[in-house]
């Protein structure tokens, strides 16, 4: 049923619990494991009458939707990978309440190495492992499923093997010819799943690390054409992945003139700007990739 009001509606709309931060800990043996994850649970439905009227009886609590994270992480033996405990997540709220008919699920994993010691890796001590972090959004609708994952905060330089050169100049152009310069970046990437049943984790593993490897070997001519070789590089591997999307600042690391201290500078001292910076955004897709349909619904977007 639609409410109206002097010719007002309520649109679309999801309401859930945000960053429920769980940590759980495997611990059949003395190895300990660690999954660190932060969970943001949303869900839509017969949501008319709570927005219009405030009648609470189709509004399943925000408070029980994050007790369902830690408790199904109890129930199902820990979290595994992210999209599948997302799906699982979003298949239980779904499927166990009528008056929910989709759900959004995203999740955030930070992760961890175990302390290497003087006797080897320490069986339940560890330290946090840099800035990235690894994501998911699944979307569902009814029947309909949809996982986007990727990772942020990837920060990765190269101290030569890039230059800048050969662009348009007006009267308004500062900017010097580079043969030889620093090119440095914290990639976003997030890439949009055909299908659900994916080793995720095998999958995240060898998209990361094809990045790497592109951004590493590709000599560049401008930091849009490196984020293409990485887009490239994870279409070709990666038949389970429809298209890939990249946000990238290009963190710029002048020159400085040393020339008042009588010194020369053969690109050895940089300054490291962290603003402005360049942001190079763009999507690499297939020809023939199956209609994204809602997958992006949702998603802290760019492009
Ligand atoms: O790789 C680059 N791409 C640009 O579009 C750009 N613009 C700029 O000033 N420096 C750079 N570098």
Redesign the pocket.
């Known amino acids: 049923m639609e409410f109206t009001l002097m010719g007002i509606k309520l649109g679309d709309n999801q309401y859930g619990k945000a960053e429920v931060r769980l940590v759980h800990v495997k611990r059949d043996t003395p190895v300990h494991q660690i999954k660190d994850v932060n969970v943001t649970s949303q869900l839509r439905g017969d949501l008319e009458e709570v927005h219009t009227v405030g009648d609470n009886s189709k509004c399943l609590p925000t408070d029980t939707q994050k007790n369902t994270v830690y408790a199904k992480a109890r129930e199902w033996g820990g979290v595994g990978a992210i999209e599948d405990f997302a799906l699982r997540l979003a298949r239980h709220f779904v499927d166990e309440h009528e008056y929910v008919y989709g759900a959004r699920q995203e999740i955030q994993e930070y992760s961890w190495d175990r302390i290497a010691t003087a006797k080897g890796p320490h069986d339940h001590a560890f330290s946090r492992n840099g800035a990235e972090t690894r994501t998911t959004v699944v979307n569902k609708d009814g029947d309909k499923e949809w996982v986007v994952s990727g990772f942020e905060g990837l920060t990765v330089l190269k101290s030569t093997g890039?230059e800048?050169h050969g662009?348009p100049k007006t009267r308004y152009t500062t900017?010097p010819e580079t043969n030889d310069r620093i090119?440095a970046t914290d990639v976003t990437a997030r890439w949009r799943y055909v299908g659900t049943e994916h080793d995720f984790d095998k999958s995240y593993a060898s998209v990361r690390a094809l990045c790497l490897e592109a951004f590493a070997e590709t000599h560049?001519l401008?930091?849009?054409?490196t984020l293409y070789a990485m887009g490239t590089a994870v279409l070709e591997a990666h038949p389970e992945i429809a298209e890939i999307r990249f946000s990238m600042p290009?963190k710029?690391h002048f020159l400085v003139d040393l020339s008042s201290f009588d010194l020369d500078n053969p690109n050895e001292v940089f300054f490291a700007a962290d603003r402005p910076y360049?942001k190079?955004e763009a999507t690499v897709e297939r020809d023939d990739a199956p209609e994204a349909g809602d997958a992006w619904k949702a998603v802290p977007g760019f492009v």
Do not use: D, E, K
């Not at 401008?222 to 054409?225: I, M, N, V």
């Open positions: 890039s800048f662009y900017l090119l560049s401008a930091l849009q054409q290009n710029h360049g190079i």
